[in-house]
């Protein structure tokens, strides 16, 4: 690839970075969505508060560390799927990671281990014990799921089937709903019960989708794709390891955030309040995340860097702006009262939460950001190293509170986070800025040059 002049190139189109966006936002925006309706149906069903902290304290955050390794597939298929042999390397390996892993879920939450890990380890209140792991076993198809319907979806969005992507997650909300509806229309069912039923359909059905629409895209481009530069297993995990390696790391935030939270004050309200926060939180922070497969995608096209930056740019201040707003206006307490039922005192619990997070979208926009021209690049190591990063700041803040022991749990967690995503962010900073100014300087050819040959 010539190196690109300065002089007769103008930057790619914001529009062009929109039209990738939105579908990809969109998605992600549906998905945030899951979490909060999730959370108000159980707050209006048998026992509220401990369907919530079962839920938010233990199988939310376990499922999600479970399943940690598989997220990065839909970046490793979008990016790698470029033939059938290749269709075909990846293919195996997300189902067998899957299978392995949903054989792990199942180990947890029906065997003995799970008091062990939930009880034991997690230290959290006795009356959630039980409500958590049947949401556990409940949500097994969950993994397996994920790894199939992620590794489709990867290859819709790498043929301009984005929007596929957004109809999947529509599907998904569509079962969310049904299995909530009956639920709350019964009225006697736990709420732990009856949210992670709809969790567990909702991604079956998510998944059953994406198999459906990907067939005639496999047929049309995949198959009759000229070969590409052989990739060989070893080589596909060299670049995907260190991915693998990035979710599961900071997923294990959750749990530890669980574990500290239930040794804290408040313990067993500030579990109660984390499903709700982190479900309006992460909706914010969604648009953000979308942001990773539109920079891997984008990055090859010539004078993309200046177009990409500018949109992080203002997609960070319009998503930190609302969610800043949320917490000084009326909103946020109608959020946590009205619209996710909570009783006044998590109400507040919560609206002093936001004020905690409101940097978080805009870290988010930022971390998608140098993450994918990370990823772009092929030296996935620093993606991996980031995430260490998170880790290390969150669990120090994390300790810190445990040991002071008389900040509520919630707001020291919320805390932590913040604080561990700006340290992460700064290190993604440190290690893409180097391959971002080669590319903004049209040096694209020597960055590629860099790359190690996937065969």
Do not use: C
Request: net charge positive; proline share 7%.
């Amino acid at each position: 690839m010539p190196a690109v002049d300065r002089a007769d190139a103008a930057d790619l189109p914001l529009r062009v970075v929109y039209r990738t966006w939105w579908p990809l936002a969109a998605s992600w925006l549906l998905m945030g969505f899951e979490l909060p309706a999730v959370s108000a149906v159980m707050a209006r069903l048998p026992h509220p508060t401990v369907s919530l902290a079962a839920y938010g304290g233990v199988v939310f955050p376990l499922s999600l560390m479970i399943e940690a390794p598989i997220i990065m597939l839909l970046s490793a298929s979008t990016a790698l799927s470029k033939d059938w042999s290749s269709y075909r390397l990846v293919r195996r390996f997300a189902l067998t990671l899957g299978l392995s892993l949903t054989a792990l879920h199942a180990l947890v939450a029906f065997t003995p281990l799970y008091y062990v890990v939930v009880r034991d380890v997690l230290g959290v209140p006795a009356e959630i014990l039980e409500p958590a792991r049947r949401g556990l076993q409940i949500m097994t198809p969950w993994t397996i799921s994920i790894a199939y319907r992620r590794f489709q979806q990867g290859v819709l969005i790498r043929y301009g089937r984005s929007g596929a992507v957004g109809i999947g997650t529509a599907i998904r909300l569509a079962g969310n709903a049904v299995v909530l509806a009956i639920g709350y229309t019964i009225g006697t069912v736990p709420g732990i019960v009856v949210g992670t039923l709809a969790v567990a359909v909702g991604v079956v059905s998510e998944a059953v989708f994406a198999g459906f629409v990907v067939h005639p895209v496999i047929a049309r481009h995949v198959r009759p794709a000229p070969p590409a530069e052989p990739l060989t297993f070893p080589a596909f995990l060299r670049f995907y390891a260190p991915l693998a390696l990035t979710p599961l790391i900071a997923f294990a935030a959750m749990p530890m955030a669980s574990a500290a939270m239930s040794r804290m004050p408040r313990a067993v309200e500030s579990l109660a309040v984390w499903p709700v926060i982190n479900g309006l939180v992460f909706t914010m922070r969604s648009v953000g995340f979308a942001m990773n497969e539109v920079v891997v995608s984008l990055l090859d096209r010539p004078r993309a860097v200046p177009a990409l930056r500018r949109f992080s740019l203002v997609l960070a201040a319009v998503m930190t702006g609302t969610l800043l707003v949320t917490a000084a206006t009326p909103l946020g307490a109608l959020w946590f009262g009205r619209v996710s039922a909570l009783p006044p005192a998590l109400v507040a619990l919560g609206g002093i939460g936001l004020w905690i997070s409101w940097l978080q979208p805009g870290l988010s926009v930022f971390q998608s950001w140098y993450q994918g021209a990370i990823v772009h690049s092929r030296h996935t190591r620093g993606v991996t190293e980031s995430v260490l990063v998170y880790l290390v700041t969150t669990g120090a803040l994390l300790f810190a509170g445990i040991a002071f022991g008389r900040i509520t749990g919630l707001h020291v967690a919320l805390a932590a986070l913040v604080a561990g995503g700006a340290a992460q962010v700064v290190w993604l900073w440190l290690r893409a800025r180097g391959t971002i100014r080669a590319l903004e300087a049209g040096e694209g050819a020597a960055v590629a040059a860099t790359v190690p040959p996937l065969g």
